[in-house]
C-alpha cells in the first residue's frame, strides 16, 4: 500500500472515530478493538488492501513501538502522585515482581513442555507476553492524579514498573537461545549488569532528572511569569529523551528511566504544592471552568500576572498540558499500531495461540495474584479483578516491541517465525477477548465499590 492509500486509511478510520465517539463510549467494547478490526478488514483476511510480513518492518516497528511505549510510561508516571511509601503503592511491587516472574515461569513451561519449543525459546515468549502493558491498559489504570483506588494503582504501577521484571528476561531468553546452555559465567554477568544495575539506576536516573528538571521549570515559569508561552510540550519530549538516553549511556534501562522521569516530574508539582492533596492542575481547572479543557495558551492567559507567579499555579499549568499532550500523542499511536496489528494477524496468525492464550488468561495470572498478593494490600474481589485485568494490555505495543527488539537481535530464521506468529497472535487474542470484557467487568467493580461509572472510550 503506498502512501497516498495508507493516509486515505487512516483518515477514513479516524473520521469514523470522530463522527461516532459519543456512542462508541457506551459500547461494551474498546476502541482498540475496533483499530484492531479495521486492520483485519484492510488486511490479506479483508480485502486485501495492505499485506506485509512482521519480518520487513522488524526494523522500523522496533523503533516505532518504542516510542509509544516510552510516551505511555511517561504518562503513567505523571498520574501516581500517591508518596512511594503509600500502601497504594505496595501491590503495584507484588505485581511488577513476584507475579510478573511466575507468569513468565508459566508461559515458559506452557511453551516448552506443551508445544516442544526449546528453554531460550520458550523464556522468550514468556518474557515478551507476560507484563502488562502501559499503552492498551490504560482503560484501568488511574483516571487521574487523585485516584487512589488499589486496583487501579497496582496496575498502574506495574505497567510503569514491569520492564525492570520482563525485559532482562527478554534478554535472558536472547542469550540462552545464543548460548544453548546455562553457565555460571553468562548467568552471572546478566545477573549483575540486567538486573543488579540496571534495574535500580534506571529507576534513580529517572526520578532524579524528571525531579530536578520540573522544578527548574517551575521555578522559571513562576519567577518569570512566562507560562502562557512555555512550550511544555517540549519540556516533556525532552525529558523522554535526556531520560531515556542517560540511561542507556549508564547501561541502565531507559523504560524504567522514562517511567521514573515522570514519577519524578510530578514530585516536583507535589513540592511546588506544598505537598497539598490537591494536584496542582485541578486548581487551574476550577480556576478558568469554562476553559478547562482548553489548551494551554486559554487558560494560562486568563490568570493574571501575580496567579502566574505562583510556583503552584506554574505546575498547575505545566502539568495539564503534559498530560493532555502525552495523552493525545499515546492515542493517536495506539491507533497506528493496533491497526497494523490488525493487518499483522491476517498474516502471523497461529492455532497454537488459543491454548496458550487461554492458560494465561485464565490460569497462570489469576492463579498467581490469588497466591501470591498478600489480602492486607488487595482483597478478594481486588484480586480476581487484578488477575483479568492486568492481563487486558499485555498483548499490547509493549509485547510488540519486545518482539521487534528479539528479531533484530540474533535470533535465528526457525526461531524467529515461532516466535512471530505466538506473539502476534496472542496479543490479537487478548485484544478481542478482553476488548469485549473489560468495559463491564471494569463498571460491575466501580459498583461494587461505590464509584461513579466511568465513561471509556
Not at 486515505?8 to 456512542?23: K, R, Y
Not at 529507576?203 to 528538571?213: A, E, H, R, T
Not at 490568570?303 to 498547575?316: E, K, N
Not at 496489528?341 to 498474516?347: A, I
Amino acid at each position: 500500500m503506498n502512501f497516498l492509500e495508507w493516509m486515505a486509511v487512516l483518515g477514513v478510520l479516524l473520521l469514523i472515530l470522530a463522527l461516532a465517539s459519543a456512542f462508541l463510549r457506551w459500547l461494551p467494547i474498546t476502541t482498540s478493538l475496533i483499530y484492531l478490526g479495521f486492520g483485519v478488514l484492510i488486511g490479506q483476511l479483508g480485502i486485501g488492501l495492505w499485506e506485509m510480513e512482521f519480518l520487513h518492518i522488524a526494523g522500523w516497528m522496533e523503533h516505532l513501538t518504542e516510542v509509544a511505549v516510552l510516551v505511555s510510561l511517561f504518562v503513567s508516571g505523571l498520574k501516581l502522585r500517591m508518596p512511594l511509601r503509600h500502601p497504594a503503592w505496595k501491590s503495584a511491587y507484588v505485581l511488577a515482581g513476584p507475579v510478573m516472574l511466575a507468569c513468565i515461569g508459566g508461559v515458559t513451561l506452557l511453551c516448552h513442555y506443551l508445544f516442544g519449543q526449546s528453554w531460550g525459546v520458550a523464556v522468550l515468549i514468556g518474557a515478551i507476553l507476560a507484563p502488562t502493558d502501559p499503552v492498551l491498559a490504560s482503560l484501568v489504570q488511574v483516571n487521574d492524579a487523585r485516584d487512589s483506588d488499589r486496583l487501579r494503582y497496582g496496575l498502574s504501577g506495574e505497567a510503569g514498573f514491569n520492564d525492570g521484571t520482563a525485559f532482562p528476561f527478554v534478554v535472558f531468553g536472547l542469550m540462552l537461545i545464543a548460548q544453548g546452555q546455562l553457565e555460571a559465567d553468562w548467568v552471572g554477568e546478566w545477573a549483575l549488569h540486567r538486573l543488579l544495575w540496571a534495574v535500580p539506576a534506571g529507576l534513580l536516573i529517572g526520578f532524579l532528572l524528571g525531579k530536578l528538571v520540573g522544578r527548574v521549570a517551575i521555578y522559571l515559569r513562576a519567577r518569570h511569569t512566562d507560562t502562557a508561552m512555555s512550550p511544555n510540550d517540549s519540556l516533556a519530549l525532552a525529558l523522554i529523551a535526556l531520560a531515556y538516553v542517560g540511561a542507556e549511556l549508564a547501561g541502565a534501562w531507559g523504560f524504567l528511566a522514562v517511567f521514573a522521569a515522570g514519577l519524578g516530574l510530578r514530585h516536583a508539582e507535589i513540592a511546588a504544592a506544598g505537598r497539598s492533596e490537591t494536584p496542582s492542575e485541578e486548581l487551574i481547572n476550577d480556576a478558568v471552568p469554562h476553559l478547562a479543557e482548553g489548551g494551554l495558551a486559554p487558560r494560562a492567559l486568563s490568570l493574571d500576572d501575580r496567579q502566574l507567579g505562583q510556583p503552584r499555579v506554574a505546575a498547575g499549568v505545566l502539568m495539564g498540558d503534559v498530560l493532555a499532550f502525552g495523552g493525545q500523542l499515546e492515542r493517536s499511536l495506539e491507533v497506528l499500531l493496533v491497526t497494523m496489528l490488525g493487518v499483522l494477524v491476517s498474516v502471523h496468525w497461529d492455532w497454537r495461540a488459543v491454548p496458550l492464550g487461554l492458560a494465561l488468561f485464565l490460569l497462570i495470572r489469576p492463579l498467581a495474584v490469588w497466591l501470591l498478593m498478600p489480602r492486607r494490600y488487595l482483597d478478594r474481589g481486588q484480586c480476581l479483578t487484578v488477575g483479568w485485568f492486568g492481563i487486558r494490555g499485555i498483548r499490547g505495543i509493549g509485547s510488540l516491541y519486545y518482539l521487534s527488539y528479539a528479531v533484530t537481535h540474533g535470533l535465528l530464521p526457525d526461531e524467529t517465525e515461532v516466535i512471530i506468529s505466538l506473539v502476534i497472535s496472542v496479543v490479537a487474542l487478548s485484544i478481542l477477548i478482553h476488548g469485549l470484557s473489560t468495559q463491564p467487568l471494569l463498571r460491575r467493580y466501580e459498583r461494587s465499590r461505590g464509584q461513579a461509572p466511568t465513561r471509556h472510550g
